[in-house]
């Protein structure tokens, strides 16, 4: 009855948030979330799902700090004057309602200077200035942390922690005990340990760091059920207990949950949830999306496929792998359950075969022996200094300092590629590429590398890391933008 009334109220924040610009609206299709080519046609949705009981989250991003502190106060309004009118009671007390906020871009200081106050930072709200929004730096809801970093370490320590402090009463009575089977102990680590381990952990997208806090825990539970509790140079390490009893590692175990979470996934078809995981705007793919490409790619490799998917590629044949886990789901989890091995990115002497991490794939690398990395960053430089690949900007950018684009003087050469190699900024770049400016000459190519490299010589030997700025970008128009290099 609660989930009923409180769907009222949702309807009419999503409709007025829509009225005024506020929600997200992203394009859903029925093609496979993991595909690369989507031909069926994309239908607009808004990014807007109902949340757990009666919590509400709200994510707001924006171009400027003014735009984005504008959405604020605009969101803030609303959900107060809907509250209102409905006779909800918001709970503003730390630890209930919360908010993570960080600035980007010019007058980011200035900004987030109105929120600093002598008794901590916080934004007070609109229609009420005596209630704040406190501003923390990481969020704790359902057992899990979300971090403004980005970063899941912190959530992994706790659910390390949470997993300790359950296993800790028990390690000597059940999981120590001469008397209790290991079938048994095995299945109390199922219901106790990994259901504090491994919560959710189907929708992270993994690190490193995150995994080594899961398998500190999960490793000190397999070794006191399998009797080898001490760890020192002269003890089996952990690869070797798991190998020797045949015990699936954490990243196998994250793996499987995640295989099982996309036939949900698939079945369910939440229009909100696809549209936002298969957004790929600036040609960045969602890092969660990598993540199912590998894992549908080790089935592929590694298990004996049933007739159905046998042959079929994942990505060029999507459609067939997403009939077979919305029409045989029970047959979907048996061949998910054949997932099984012991490697693990943790360890430093295992083989790399099943490890879970390492998703970004080098498409220029010879199909059969290319290079696998962590993170896209590694990738990238891999691409970078392997192949000798140059970026496009410095085949076709002269040796001048005023972007094509935009018009905006930036005095050097290097600060105007540094401008248009911009990740998070690709507005120019993508122009300059449209105007089809000729490639440089061989000549002219060395020449400016010359430059760039005595540049930077010149720069280290100062001190610094890269060459400084020798005054204030001008745009187009006058502005400045920057800081002078001081003489």
């Avoid at 370490?153 to 706790?158: E, F, V």
């Avoid at 009463?169 to 290991?182: M, N």
């Amino acid at each position: 009855m609660f989930n009923c009334g409180y769907a009222v109220p949702l309807h009419v924040l999503q409709a007025e948030l829509a009225a005024t610009e506020i929600l997200l609206r992203a394009h859903y299709s029925p093609d496979p979330v993991w595909a690369s080519t989507r031909p069926a046609p994309a239908e607009p949705v808004d990014v807007i799902d109902a949340t757990f009981v009666d919590d509400e989250a709200v994510v707001l991003t924006a171009e400027s700090p003014a735009l984005l502190d504008r959405a604020i106060r605009v969101v803030l309004r609303t959900v107060q004057r809907i509250c209102t009118l409905f006779a909800l009671n918001i709970n503003w007390s730390p630890g209930k309602s919360e908010c993570l906020l960080r600035y980007r871009g010019r007058n980011a200081t200035k900004f987030w200077a109105k929120h600093r106050h002598e008794d901590g930072c916080y934004i007070s709200t609109p229609s009420c200035p005596d209630i704040k929004l406190i501003i923390v730096e990481r969020y704790k809801h359902l057992g899990s942390y979300i971090s403004l970093k980005g970063t899941c370490l912190k959530d992994g320590n706790h659910r390390a922690e949470s997993a300790m402090s359950a296993y800790v009463p028990l390690a000597r009575t059940i999981f120590g005990s001469p008397f209790v089977a290991v079938s048994t102990k095995h299945h109390v680590k199922e219901s106790l340990i990994h259901s504090r381990l491994f919560f959710h952990t189907q929708c992270v997208v993994v690190t490193v760091p995150f995994l080594r806090a899961l398998n500190h825990a999960y490793m000190r539970v397999i070794r006191q059920i399998c009797g080898c509790p001490q760890f020192d140079a002269s003890c089996e390490s952990d690869y070797t207990v798991r190998r020797r009893h045949q015990i699936d590692s954490v990243d196998c175990i994250i793996r499987r949950r995640r295989l099982c979470y996309l036939a949900r996934l698939c079945m369910c078809q939440r229009r909100p949830l696809l549209a936002l995981l298969s957004d790929a705007r600036g040609g960045r793919i969602h890092p969660w999306i990598v993540q199912i490409r590998d894992d549908l790619r080790y089935m592929c490799q590694r298990l004996p496929l049933p007739d159905q998917l046998r042959g079929f590629d994942p990505d060029a044949d999507g459609d067939r792998w997403q009939k077979f886990m919305v029409e045989h789901p029970s047959e979907w989890g048996s061949l998910v359950s054949r997932i099984r091995f012991c490697e693990s990115v943790c360890d430093k002497n295992a083989p790399p075969q099943g490890s879970a991490v390492k998703s970004f794939v080098c498409t220029l690398c010879p199909p059969g022996d290319a290079a696998r990395f962590a993170c896209e960053k590694d990738l990238l430089q891999h691409q970078r200094i392997k192949p000798k690949r140059r970026n496009p900007m410095s085949l076709i950018i002269a040796d001048i300092s005023v972007c094509p684009s935009c018009g905006t003087e930036f005095r050097q050469r290097h600060r105007l590629l540094r401008h248009l190699t911009d990740r998070r900024r690709t507005k120019c770049q993508r122009a300059v590429l449209a105007m089809g400016l000729p490639s440089l000459t061989e000549a002219e190519l060395q020449r400016l590398d010359t430059q760039t490299r005595e540049l930077a010589a010149t720069s280290r030997k100062e001190g610094h890391s890269h060459p400084l700025a020798s005054g204030t970008a001008l745009t187009a128009t006058g502005k400045r933008i920057g800081h002078a290099l001081s003489a």
